[in-house]
């Protein structure tokens, strides 16, 4: 195992230095890294800039709209005001001012000092619609009345002198819309509503009139108006168009241009030219109409945006239209989409670039730190292939950075010195491991030795103990026996001597009776003797299993570990032998005594019944002696019955010997199994060790070269 794989080390240690640019680590970044990562910001910064580009577009959109509104909003406040103090003129006239002429005149007066958004403030009355035409015409100003006294007064600032108010008769006012116009707009529908002429050049100057009509019982009786220069308008048109770079165009409820930035400002030498402008013409007769015409149309309060086209250069524009209410015109604001596009263009590249130079920056510092840190990681592998080819010899550079690279090598560094020291340990151990596998070995072979030896010994004893349990059995039978025996002798000795007292009458009888104690007495006498031989042999199965306890203990002792439960058996049964032993010594003592009781009973009952014969006086004295024989006799049974239950207790102690030996025999075979075992493993540790010597010795130490 250690030849082969050293083998294999050997295979792959060139492996470091044949990677290629895409599988190392500086490539890997940069194909896996840098490259997703600027293919994904650049993807990012194109949507970003697109979106930003439609933000910023939609912005100077809205920008456009607002200014749009923001103008479109004081020009209808203008407007408003305007009609506001036509409204307000016609309103005093139908609330007692009618009729009276000179009042007039001044509140009108008063009318334009008050407001400088108009330029002229006037009354047209109908004919005689007074009654006063006739009376006036020769007392009223001629400033105020036409020649038949018609009250048509027309104050107004005179631009030419300082804005002076001056007043004087109206012209042109039954063919013009400011008052004819109003007229039949009454006559037609019955409803006072203000009226928002047309621009036009009057003295000199670009005006829109504002007039209302005034109604006295349900009839028409003339005008009161309000005229405002188109150069203040044209003021808040060109600064709204100013402030974003567009140009506006503000346009009638009739389709008449009113205002266009693209003409020159509104000035006496320019008004001469106004042919050549725009103003004042209708949108279908410049060359305009097909970009005014459906802004007008699509107008609306809140204005309205969309992209068109120039039709004077096909120039692509952002518009806006709205509507204003008061006046009913149209306010439209048209700017080159190249100029909202622009700026907007060129902060986006502005940031699209320095995120570039951003994004090439990070790269190159990236890729400049990819290639230093493979180039060292090279290096740790170059070093790790030496290594894994088992030479911890290898020099390892050290490093000085802080990084991966620096913490793999210091790592690698760490590792060799941790290896050279393990494998020089692991050499040592493999000696050492040598030595304890053969010791092992040879332990091994001895114990399972032993266990056989202690097996056997085991079977021994247990045949011994066998027959030992089998003698106690026979004995504690025959013992039981002569339990019997003695307790029968006592019943009869006691009838004996109960029957002394007619010994006399009786004497053939006792004298039979003496002969039968006779015979039971040798009886008693020959199974006595067969006791002590029982008992003998009792003494020598003690002896011998005495002595088979000493050696089994020996043996057990010598076992060690192992035999320590066999050698509390083996003590065991060496305490019951010696128990058993002292018992035999007991019973055959008491064998004894009772055969010399038996013998003397037998002399004495011959002498008795020589006695009987001979004298009957001395029957007493016989049957005190048989007293006595009647109290040993018992006393015996006592000692018989002992001994049947000391041979029932060391058949007992000798089957459970037995069985203990048996479980001992078991112990013994599973020990010598076990070192069977032990000595298969002893083996196999030699060949590891075996195995490691040479893995080991695959390997290049520093002490080695």
């Not at 039949?184 to 050049?201: C, D, Q």
């Not at 389709?255 to 042919?275: C, L």
């Not at 114990?447 to 097996?455: D, I, K, L, N």
């Not at 006393?635 to 010997?657: D, E, L």
Request: aromatic share 4%.
């Amino acid at each position: 195992m250690g030849l082969h794989y050293h083998s294999r080390m050997i295979r792959e240690a060139s492996s470091a230095r044949t990677v290629s640019f895409a599988a190392s680590l500086a490539g890997r970044l940069l194909l896996m890294g840098v490259l997703p990562a600027a293919v994904i910001v650049g993807v990012i910064l194109f949507w970003t800039a697109r979106e930003k580009f439609e933000h910023l577009e939609r912005i100077a959109d809205g920008e456009l709209v607002r200014e749009a509104l923001i103008a479109a909003s004081e020009i209808e406040v203008s407007n408003f005001d305007a009609m506001q103090v036509a409204r307000s003129i016609a309103a005093q006239q139908t609330s007692g001012l009618f009729g009276q002429r000179a009042l007039t005149v001044k509140l009108l007066y008063a009318a334009l000092e008050a407001d400088d958004n108009i330029t002229a403030a006037y009354v047209l009355y109908e004919p005689n619609a007074d009654g006063n035409d006739a009376a006036s015409a020769a007392s009223d100003p001629k400033e105020w009345i036409e020649p038949t006294g018609r009250f048509i007064p027309y104050p107004f600032r005179d631009w030419a002198h300082g804005n002076t108010i001056e007043v004087k008769a109206s012209i042109d006012y039954e063919t013009s819309l400011y008052y004819d116009g109003v007229r039949r707009a009454f006559a037609e529908s019955g409803t006072a509503t203000t009226m928002v002429t047309e621009p036009y050049v009057y003295d000199g100057q670009l005006i829109v009139e504002q007039t209302h009509p005034i109604v006295i019982d349900g009839k028409f009786r003339g005008i009161g108006g309000a005229d405002r220069a188109l150069a203040a308008i044209e003021e808040v048109v060109r600064a709204g168009a100013k402030r974003v770079d567009a140009t506006g165009y503000l346009i009638s409820g009739r389709g008449k241009i009113i205002v266009a930035t693209s003409d020159p400002e509104i000035t006496p030498e320019t008004i001469d030219d106004i042919a050549m402008h725009l103003r004042t013409h209708p949108v279908d007769e410049t060359p305009l109409a097909t970009l005014l015409e459906p802004l007008v149309r699509q107008a609306k309060d809140d204005g309205f945006a969309q992209d068109a086209i120039d039709p004077q250069n096909d120039q692509e524009l952002l518009t806006v239209s709205v509507r204003i209410a008061a006046g009913n015109w149209t306010l439209v604001l048209t700017k080159p989409r190249e100029l909202v596009v622009a700026p907007i263009r060129a902060e986006v590249w502005q940031s699209t670039l320095i995120t570039l130079v951003a994004l090439l920056g990070a790269a190159g510092v990236i890729s400049w730190t990819a290639i230093a840190t493979g180039r060292r990681m090279r290096r740790a592998a170059l070093a790790a292939d030496a290594i894994a080819a088992g030479d911890l010899s290898v020099a390892i550079a050290p490093s000085a950075s802080n990084d991966e690279a620096g913490a793999l090598t210091h790592s690698l560094q760490r590792m060799q010195s941790s290896l050279n020291d393990l494998l020089k340990g692991v050499k040592n151990a493999g000696i050492t491991l040598d030595t304890s596998a053969l010791e092992l070995s040879a332990t091994s072979k001895e114990q399972e030795a032993m266990a056989h030896r202690v097996g056997e010994s085991a079977s021994q004893i247990a045949s011994a103990t066998i027959q030992i349990s089998t003698t106690g059995t026979e004995l504690a039978r025959t013992m039981s026996e002569v339990e019997t025996a003695v307790e029968c002798t006592a019943a009869l000795a006691i009838g004996s001597r109960a029957n002394l007292v007619a010994v006399d009458t009786t004497i053939r009888e006792l004298a039979d009776a003496t002969q039968s104690i006779a015979a039971k007495l040798a009886a008693i006498s020959e199974r006595a003797s067969s006791i002590n031989s029982v008992v003998t042999t009792i003494a020598k199965v003690a002896d011998q299993t005495n002595i088979l306890s000493v050696n089994a203990a020996v043996e057990a002792e010598k076992a060690g570990e192992q035999g320590r439960g066999f050698l509390v058996v083996a003590r065991e049964i060496r305490r019951l032998a010696d128990q058993t032993a002292g018992a035999t010594v007991d019973i055959e003592s008491m064998v004894r005594e009772m055969q010399g009781a038996v013998g003397a009973g037998v002399m004495e009952m011959d002498r008795f019944a020589e006695k009987v014969r001979r004298s009957v006086d001395e029957i007493v004295q016989t049957g005190k002696q048989m007293g006595d024989i009647i109290e040993q006799v018992e006393a015996n049974a006592v000692r018989y019955r002992t001994v049947a239950t000391g041979m029932t207790s060391q058949s007992q102690g000798a089957t459970t010997i037995s069985q203990s030996m048996g479980a001992l025999a078991s112990a013994a075979k599973r020990t010598v199994e076990t070192a069977e075992e032990f000595g298969r493993t002893a083996n196999d540790l030699q060949r590891a060790s075996m195995l490691l010597r040479q893995s080991v010795a695959s390997f290049t130490l520093h002490e080695d070269k």
